[in-house]
C-alpha cells in the first residue's frame, strides 16, 4: 500500500459517486414533472424500504468482505480470499432471492397499515426484483474493495445510474402516454431499479473476468508459501491477523484450513455489526417514511402530508445527499486501508489515516453543504420549477455535514474491529432520531422530524469519536476550527447575498424564470464554494503539509493552476505599468 492509497481510491470512489449522484438528482426532475409531488410521495415510501431491505440482504456482507479480503491480500494469502469470495457469493444470491420474496408479499400490508398510502403497493413490488441482483453486485464491491481496485465499483455505480434514469424515465413516460395512470407510471420509474441493477452486475462481471486472468497471470491463484497458508487458516477463523502472523513465525506446524461453516461464522461476527452501522441512513429514511403522514396529517390532512413527503424525498434527500458523496467513497476506501494497518499492527499508519479521513471528510464534504444552502431557492427553481419546499431542503442540508462525521468515523471503527461499541452508538442514534420525531413533529412539523435527523447524526458522531480516542490518538483539525467556522459563514452569507441580488436586479427577461434562476444559482453557489476554497488557506485551515499529502496528479494539477493565476497576475500588473 503506497501513501497515496488511500485518497487515490476514494478520489475514483467520489468522481464516480458524484456522477452517480448527479444522475440519481437528474432522474428526479422529470419524474417530478410527469409524476407530482404526491406520486413522488408514492415512490419514495417504495425507494426507502427498498433502501433498508437491501442492507438487509447483503447483510454488511460487503464491508465484512472487503476487511477480510485487505488483510488476506497484505499478507499474501490469494487463494484464502477467494474462497471467502466465493462463500460470500453464495449468501448474496440466497439472502437476495428471500429478500425478494419476502418484500413482494410484505408490500401491501407495509403500504396499508405502516405507511398509510395503498397506492405504493404496486410500486413496493415493481423494484422487488432489484433485490435479486444488488446483494451480489454489493458483494462483487466489497471484494474489489478489499483488493484496493476502486474502479469497477465507481464504473458499476454510473452504469446502474445510467441504465435506472433511462428506465425510470422512459417506463414512466411511456405508461402515462398509453393511458394506464400515476398509479402504473410510479411503478415504472420503481422498475427503473431492476433494470439499474442488471447494467451494474454486467460491469462487475467483466471486471472479475479481467481480474482472475490477470491473478493467474502473477502466480496470485494460490498461496505463495506454507507460512501463509497457515496464517490465512487462523486469520480466516477471526483471529486478529497481526496475533496470526506472530503465531505462524513461532511455529511451522500445519493449521487446519476453515470449513465453509467457520468462514460464514466469520463473516457473520463481522458483517452483523456493520449491517446494523450500514442500516443507519436508510433506517432513518424509512423511518420519515413511515411516520411523516402519520403525524403530520392532523395537522395538515393527508394530501397535504403526502406532498411533503414527496419534497423530503423527492427534492430534498436528493440535494442533501449530494455533500456527503465524499465522506461515503471515504467509508469504503478507509475500511480496507484501517483493516490492513490494523491487520500489520503498524499505530503510526493508523493514526494518520483516521486522522486525515475525518479531516478530509469534513474539508470536503462542508463546500457544498454551504453552496447549496446559499443558491438552495434557486436550484430548487431551476431544477423542480418552483420553490416548494426551500426550506426544507436547506434544514436536511445542514444536517448533512453531522452525517458525513458519522459516516467517516464509523468506518474507521470499523476497520479497527470495534463492531459492539458501534453498534451502541447506532442504537442511541436511532432512538434519538424516533423520540425527537415523536416529540418535534407536533410543534415544529416536518422540520421538527429534520431536526430529530439531526440530533441524530451529531450524537452518533460524537460517540464514535469518543471510541475512536480510545483506541487511536489523533486530532482533526485541533486550533483550526475557529478559522474553519469563520470560513464557513463568510461564504455562506457571501453566497447568500449574492443569490438574493441577483434574484432583485439582475433577471434576463428573455431566459425565462427557469433558465435565470439556474443561472443565479451557479453563480451564488459557486461563489460560496468558491470562496470558502480561498480563505481555507487564509484561515491557515489548510497547509503546505496538507497539500503534501494529496497525490501527485493532484499537487502537479493544482500547481499547474497557481502557476497559471501567478502569470495572469504579472501579465496585468504589468498592463497596468
Known amino acids: 500500500m503506497t501513501r497515496d492509497s488511500l485518497v487515490k481510491g476514494t478520489l475514483i470512489l467520489t468522481a464516480a459517486a458524484l456522477v452517480a449522484r448527479v444522475l440519481g438528482a437528474v432522474q428526479k426532475i422529470p419524474l417530478v414533472a410527469l409524476l407530482g409531488d404526491a406520486g413522488m410521495g408514492t415512490y419514495t415510501i417504495a425507494f426507502n424500504i427498498y433502501s433498508i431491505l437491501l442492507v438487509v440482504a447483503t447483510a454488511g456482507v460487503p464491508s465484512a468482505l472487503s476487511r477480510l479480503t485487505a488483510e488476506r491480500t497484505a499478507l499474501g494469502q490469494y487463494a484464502e480470499a477467494n474462497r471467502i469470495y466465493r462463500s460470500a457469493v453464495q449468501f448474496a444470491l440466497v439472502s437476495g432471492a428471500v429478500v425478494t420474496a419476502l418484500l413482494f408479499v410484505a408490500a401491501p400490508y407495509y403500504a396499508v397499515y405502516v405507511a398509510r398510502d395503498p397506492t405504493s403497493t404496486l410500486a413496493i413490488r415493481a423494484i422487488a426484483p432489484a433485490l435479486l441482483l444488488f446483494p451480489l453486485i454489493a458483494v462483487m464491491r466489497g471484494y474489489f474493495q478489499g483488493r484496493q481496485h476502486m474502479l469497477p465499483n465507481g464504473l458499476s455505480q454510473v452504469v446502474e445510474q445510467v441504465v435506472r434514469l433511462a428506465a425510470a424515465v422512459g417506463l414512466a413516460y411511456g405508461l402515462l ?104 441512513v436508510p433506517l432513518i429514511y424509512a423511518i420519515d417514511s413511515s411516520i411523516v403522514i402519520p403525524l403530520l396529517e392532523s395537522r395538515v390532512g393527508s394530501a397535504r402530508a403526502l406532498e411533503i413527503l414527496g419534497v423530503l424525498g423527492g427534492r430534498a434527500q436528493s440535494l442533501a445527499g449530494i455533500p456527503i458523496i465524499f465522506a461515503v467513497a471515504l467509508s469504503q476506501s478507509v475500511v480496507p486501508v484501517i483493516s490492513a494497518a490494523h491487520a500489520r499492527g503498524d499505530a503510526e499508519q493508523l493514526r494518520m489515516q483516521a486522522a486525515r479521513a475525518l479531516r478530509m471528510s469534513i474539508l470536503s464534504g462542508l463546500p457544498m453543504v454551504l453552496a447549496i444552502c446559499a443558491a438552495a431557492r434557486t436550484i430548487n427553481i431551476f431544477l423542480f420549477g418552483n420553490d416548494e419546499g426551500t426550506w426544507i431542503i436547506i434544514a436536511l442540508t445542514i444536517s448533512a455535514i453531522f452525517q458525513i462525521v458519522m459516516q467517516t468515523s464509523g468506518a474507521v471503527l470499523m476497520g479497527l474491529g470495534e463492531m459492539k461499541k458501534l453498534i451502541v452508538c447506532v442504537a442511541a442514534g436511532i432512538a434519538i432520531k424516533l423520540a425527537g420525531s415523536f416529540l418535534l413533529a407536533p410543534g415544529l412539523g416536518i422540520y421538527g422530524i429534520i431536526a430529530a435527523t439531526a440530533l441524530c447524526f451529531l450524537v452518533m458522531s460524537q460517540m464514535n469519536i469518543y471510541v475512536l480516542r480510545r483506541n487511536v490518538t489523533f486530532a482533526i483539525l485541533g486550533r483550526k476550527w475557529p478559522g474553519l467556522i469563520a470560513a464557513a459563514a463568510v461564504s455562506v452569507l457571501a453566497g447568500a447575498g449574492c443569490e438574493y441580488a441577483l434574484s432583485e436586479w439582475a433577471q434576463a427577461p428573455f431566459l425565462g424564470p427557469r433558465l435565470n434562476a439556474g443561472l443565479d444559482a451557479a453563480i451564488s453557489g459557486g461563489l460560496a464554494f468558491v470562496l470558502y476554497g480561498v480563505l481555507l488557506p487564509a484561515a491557515r485551515v489548510i497547509t503546505s503539509e496538507d497539500m503534501r499529502g494529496l497525490p501527485a496528479p493532484v499537487r502537479k494539477a493544482i500547481g499547474r493552476l497557481a502557476g497559471r493565476a501567478g502569470r495572469i497576475a504579472a501579465r496585468e500588473n504589468r498592463g497596468g505599468e
Open 177 to 280: 402516454k398509453l393511458g394506464f395512470g400515476g398509479e402504473w407510471a410510479v411503478a415504472g420509474a420503481s422498475f427503473g431499479g431492476v433494470m439499474g441493477s442488471v447494467g451494474a452486475i454486467a460491469v462487475m462481471l467483466y471486471f472479475t473476468w479481467k481480474l482472475r486472468r490477470a491473478d493467474r497471470a502473477e502466480g496470485k491463484s494460490n498461496d505463495a508459501d506454507g507460512a501463509n497458508v497457515a496464517l490465512g487458516a487462523n486469520a480466516a477463523l477471526g483471529a486478529n491477523a497481526a496475533d496470526g502472523a506472530n503465531q505462524a513465525r513461532r511455529s511451522a506446524a500445519p493449521v487446519k484450513r476453515p470449513t465453509q461453516r467457520g468462514i460464514y461464522a466469520t463473516i457473520f461476527r463481522i458483517s452483523v455489526p456493520i449491517v446494523i452501522f450500514s442500516m443507519t
